[in-house]
Structure formats: C-alpha cells, structure tokens
C-alpha cells in the first residue's frame, strides 16, 4: 500500500490551513496559497498556452534569426514602409545628434557666462577691499 500525500488545488482543510498559515508567517506566502487554491489547476494549462504563443510570435523568430533590434522594430513585410520607416528614424537620429551637440555648445556657454560674472563679482570685491587690480595702494 502507498500513501502519497499530495497538495492539490482546491478548498480542503489541508490548504485553507496553509493559507491561514502563510497570511500569519507573511502575507504574500497566504496570497500565493490562495492563488493556488484558486488557480492552480489552470497552471499546466497557462503555461502550455503561453509556450504556443511564444512559438508562435514574432519577436521569437527575431531572437532565432538575430535581426532582433533592441528600439523594437522589425520588419512588416512591407518594404516601401519598411524603408520610409528607416529613413524617418535615420532622419531623426541625426536630428537628435543635432540637437545634443547645440545643447552642449549651449551648456559650454552658460558655463563660461557664470565664469565671466563670477570673475567680475571677484574683481569688484577685491577692488572693494583695495586688493585688486582696480586699486594701486601707494606706499
């Protein structure tokens, strides 16, 4: 005679205390345990289910054939969009390339135009004090 004790899906007494258990030990274990109560028959079924639509996506032949581009654009099939597209996204990449090399010449003008004030601000305090430049202390 074998005696297997196995924990099947379902409302026993042997899984509501389970649940009651986890939720007391800490609670995501009693969701978990709830969700299996619930569900679990179903996990064979959702886990061949989402096997089948793997295998049948896209985006698994474009790991396989390792045309996979990381911005998420594959071809459609269409090669006069195809190549529009291509086009458009080269048209802007320079664009943007255009547009972070203006704001880092703007950056590097910001940066020399505190410099400038601060040196001002500098000049004019040591002149104050009659250490600067501005002033010739005769002695």
């Known amino acids: 005679m074998t005696c297997s004790s196995t924990l099947k899906p379902g409302w026993s007494p042997m899984t509501i205390g389970l649940m009651v258990l986890g939720f007391i030990v800490f609670w995501p274990l009693g969701l978990a345990m709830l969700a299996y109560i619930l569900w679990g028959d179903r996990f064979h079924g959702m886990a061949r289910d989402a096997r089948h639509q793997w295998d049948q996506s896209p985006m698994k032949r474009s ?6 581009q ?3 654009y594959g071809r459609t099939g269409n090669v006069a969009f195809d190549d529009y597209r291509a086009r458009e996204l080269k048209r802007l990449e320079e ?3 255009r547009l972070d090399t203006m704001r880092a010449e703007f950056d590097d003008f910001l940066r020399e ?3 400038a004030k601060d040196q001002d601000e500098f000049d004019r305090f040591m002149a104050k004090k009659g250490h600067g430049p501005a002033s010739t202390t005769a002695t």
């Open 95 to 97: 664009e943007r390339a």
């Open 70 to 72: 990381p911005h998420g």
């Open 113 to 115: 135009l505190r410099r």
């Open 63 to 68: 790991f396989q054939t390792g045309d996979f």
